[in-house]
RNA sequence: CGGGAUGUAGCGCAGCUUGGUAGCGCACCUCGCUUGGGACGAGGGGGUCGCACGUUCAAAUCGUGUCAUCCCGACCA
């Protein structure tokens, strides 16, 4: 391709309204332009990015088996009421109307349609096991859409759903996408970590996520907080949502400070670390107490006042599909005391205010409080506290684990300090079981004619993020550095003068002789001056430049390697032979 | 949906306090000059100042409303 025929455009500037730097330098660089929020037009350097991400996920895909399909993206209501997915998937899913009235959603992903197909196809166990997968647009009308293509509402996904006929060959399924994942991020330059991680939405029982780990601190893009062990023999790595550790001993056993139940005034104490300074106890003694509102229900969540929640975990141990703390209004309307003062103690007599659900406040209590003793309470009343408390004292909770892991805890397998780094997660893998199937009906006959419920497991990979994730991991401050299996164009040769003939003559038999051998190559032939063409080089990430400049006189070329800044003058014919031995190892 | 901010040419911005009919840099077009890290000179094209209503002789500027976008919190590939 010829620069001056290319359709891009840099900016000299970063656009004002992006955060991250895959953000900044795609806009920049020419790759992608916004049409709405979370809505992007792909340009075509964008585009050829994307394929070749694509092309590696789909070889490597069906090396493992599995067989590519293509599902519509506007899908019926009815299969979503079927699968009980209509009413809890909430605003993300987009819904709309036909011109008959009919509802009808965007395809946020695809288990309904997918478990469709295989309730209409697959009638016995001899069909068994099957992979399909598709790569498709998803949209999903996020809450708030950001960092660019990272958290895109429309965003291009592959998505792969298998069907085994027992736990074991859903086990076996999920081992081959494990391995194929490993496969395809690591042939898109991409390191990444397998970490357990909570199943959300979705559902099901075990679940990871493909994260790619950024440790440096130049921008936020990594959302997810990741835990990991650094001991190479345990290799423990799970999101902060799933993340368990062991903690270091503490006093849990109040007895040296206070004897028996007591209420006691404690005035003005609305946080933990002034709860325990006028008391003057340690804040392990101290169980915390927390109101969220878990699909409209009122729940009490209880710690080990020095730690701290994590919500999902909460969520998932009321089984609810929404959560939000309550507003400090909220606790006074329900308890009659502020924000600092509720606790779990008579809690069963507290009467819940109409506008919520449910007739008793749940209470969840992580596992660090099951041996707490003689310990600290809220008395649901403002400025005071109960001191001494057993759990005697309390109505039996439900024990769950709903404890946010910190920095320095010991991993749970091998007792090694936890380390933790931020994560952007391009691809994830679920054993989904029989959510779907028993839901939706979706049955076969097994070998002793019995009807059975298929076992299901899903397999996403964000490919616009994967490509995004890229370029967060791969740039520096002249711009991005592709890794080369999944840069637009492999090489760009940029005569320095096109004034100049031999400049010109050479470059072109260049180029030419590299298009002839497949190599995707840009000559940068714009009568520009090169200080022009090697910044737009650098900045949109070509992996190698090989540039005709006055050097020619003396029959040589210069051959730069993006990711290493490294040099080496060859004659053209070398540099020719140089790419083609570089690319013959990388592609 | 809560909290904070911003909407002026493709991109980055000034002008707004103190109303008088829109400007700068980059990009784009023409000519000249220049050609190894975003040159220079001259000329040129492009904006109903997010939108609506109001105040006024007069609104980018003041007021009200509305929409959009960005940042911080709760969701996810």
């Given amino acids: ?240 949502n799933h993340a368990v550790s062991v903690l270091n001993p503490a006093e849990t056993d109040g007895s040296k400070y206070f004897s028996g139940l007591n209420k006691v005034d404690t005035p003005n104490t609305t946080t933990i670390e002034e709860l325990a300074a006028f008391l003057k106890i340690p804040q392990t003694v101290i169980l915390k107490s927390m109101i969220y509102i878990a699909d409209n229900k009122v729940v009490m969540a209880l710690i080990r006042a020095d730690k701290t929640f994590e919500e999902t975990k909460v969520m998932n141990a009321v089984k609810a599909h929404d959560i939000r703390s309550a507003a400090p209004a909220e606790l006074e309307a329900i308890f009659g005391a502020s924000k600092g003062f509720v606790g779990p103690k008579d809690i069963e007599k507290v009467k819940i205010p109409d506008e919520y659900d449910g007739e008793t406040i749940q209470v969840v209590a992580d596992l660090t409080a099951k041996e707490m003793k003689n310990f600290v309470i809220g008395a649901n009343e403002t400025d005071k506290h109960f001191t001494g408390v057993n759990w005697s004292d309390l109505k039996e909770p439900v024990f769950a684990d709903i404890r946010l892991v910190e920095k320095g805890e010991k991993c749970p397998d091998c007792g090694e300090p936890l380390y933790v780094t931020k994560g952007i997660e391009v691809g994830n893998i679920f054993q989904l079981g029989t959510k779907y199937s028993k839901a939706m009906n979706a049955v076969f006959l097994d070998e002793n004619g019995k009807t059975q419920p298929f076992i299901m497991g899903c397999y996403g990979i964000g490919i616009s993020r994967t490509a995004a994730a890229a370029v967060e991991r791969h740039h520096d401050e002249h711009g991005i550095k592709w890794p080369v299996a999944i840069a637009p164009y492999h090489v760009d040769i940029v005569p320095v003068n096109v004034q100049n003939e031999l400049q010109t003559k050479v470059a072109d038999e260049i180029y030419e002789k590299l298009l002839a051998k497949k190599v995707e190559a840009v000559l940068d032939d714009r009568d520009e001056r090169a200080g022009v063409k090697f910044k737009d080089a650098d900045l949109i990430g070509f992996p190698f430049r090989i540039t005709v400049g006055k050097t020619i006189d003396d029959g040589l070329v210069e051959f730069k390697t993006r990711e290493t800044g490294e040099v080496i003058n060859l004659t053209p014919e070398e540099a020719v032979n140089k790419i083609l031995e570089v690319l013959g190892i990388t592609i």
């Fill in 1 to 240: 391709m010829k620069m001056s025929k290319l359709f891009v455009q840099t900016l000299r500037d970063y656009p004002s309204d992006a955060e991250v730097i895959s953000h900044k330098l795609l806009v920049r660089a020419g790759y992608i332009r916004k049409l709405a929020n979370g809505i992007y037009n792909y340009l075509p350097l964008m585009w050829r990015v994307l394929k070749k991400v694509e092309n590696i996920v789909r070889e490597e895909m069906d090396a493992s088996g599995a067989q590519e399909l293509l599902m519509p993206f506007v899908q019926p209501e009815e299969l979503w009421k079927e699968s009980g997915r209509w009413d809890v998937y909430g605003k993300e899913l987009m819904r709309l109307k036909d011109r008959h009235d009919r509802g009808m959603c965007l395809g946020p992903t695809h288990e309904e349609v997918i478990t469709f197909i295989a309730r209409e196809g697959i009638k016995s166990y001899k069909q068994l096991p099957v992979n399909l997968y598709q790569i498709q647009s998803k949209f999903r009308d996020e809450v708030r859409p950001r960092y660019g293509l990272l958290r895109g509402r429309e965003f291009i996904m592959k998505d792969a759903y298998s069907f085994d006929v027992n736990q074991e060959g859903l086990e076996k399924s999920y081992k081959i996408m494990a391995d194929a994942y490993t496969r395809i991020f690591d042939r898109c330059g991409l390191e990444t970590k397998a970490v357990q991680s909570d199943s959300g939405a979705i559902g099901g029982a075990v679940s990871h996520e493909y994260m790619v780990l950024i440790d440096d601190n130049e921008n936020n893009a990594g959302e997810n907080d990741v835990f990991f062990c650094k001991n190479k023999s345990c290799g423990y790595a799970a999101n902060a």
